[in-house]
């Protein structure tokens, strides 16, 4: 049974048109939350998709366009947030790219174009909704970082790198705000079947040493995410910050 833990509360996941953010965004609902669920408008189709789903499972689900990675873009979607919802009570920074190259293939601007997204992204989002947090007194900040971000795996040094930002990002802004009633935690991911983890399990001889590595024995799924984003969400971890929870199926690193 799925705990009613988003009453009368509002939550943004951005990046939420598929894959971990689409499956948070509907967790979120089914928890009662009022969900704003943001990407990119080129992912229209898709968005409205889930916000249909959503609102006929009897939920509440609103569509929110912005590049995160833009500046100007991203204080819009933050003033006509509050402006139709009234408030934000949890932010899951979800957003994310990544590519698979050798550190020697990588270009400049594939460096910068990972760090725009996956951190710079998650900054700036974070930083638009500091303000209304701060006022209220209260504010839960849930970021995707990854299991990359920890230990870094071969043929993706920019997105570990990264990712590894995003979790020291956490730490500092949680001890930073953590007398205002502003908890912000990270989840890092294994390998998550999406569009973006297919990358990884497409190649048969990946998939296996995927699988070797990892304790469970099989790859994870959106749905096996979802939780601990709620959790973090949630009043049940009001004094609990700065973490970054692994949730990979028990990665045994070498
Ligand atoms: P995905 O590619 O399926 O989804 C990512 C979403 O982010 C897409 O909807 C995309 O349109 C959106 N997005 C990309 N750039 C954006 C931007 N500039 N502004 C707004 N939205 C943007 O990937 P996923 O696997 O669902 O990944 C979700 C998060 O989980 C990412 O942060 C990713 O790095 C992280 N993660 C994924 C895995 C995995 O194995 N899938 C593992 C660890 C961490």
Known sequence: MIPRRGENKTALVTGASRGIGRAI?????????????NDLKAREADLSDLAAEVRNAGGLCEVIYCDVSDPVSV????????????RLDLLVNNAGVRSVHQTGEIEPDEWDRMFAVNT???FLVTKAFL???????????????SIGGKRGGPGESHYCASKAAVINFTQALAVEVAKEGITVNAVCPGV???DMGRSHLQDPETLRK???????GRVGYPQDVVGSVAFFGSDDAAFITGQS??????????
């Open 192 to 194: 998550i079947d999406t």
């Open 120 to 122: 710079k992204g998650t």
């Open 25 to 37: 965004a509907e967790r979120l609902a089914a928890e009662g939350y009022r969900v704003f669920a």
């Open 210 to 216: 995927v699988l070797e590595k990892t304790a469970m």
């Open 245 to 254: 929870l692994n949730v990979d199926g028990g990665i045994i690193f070498h």
């Open 131 to 145: 303000p209304h947090f701060r006022a209220k007194g209260s504010g839960r900040i849930v970021n995707i970082a």
């Open 75 to 86: 204080e819009t979607m933050a003033r006509d947030l509050l402006a139709a919802g009234g």
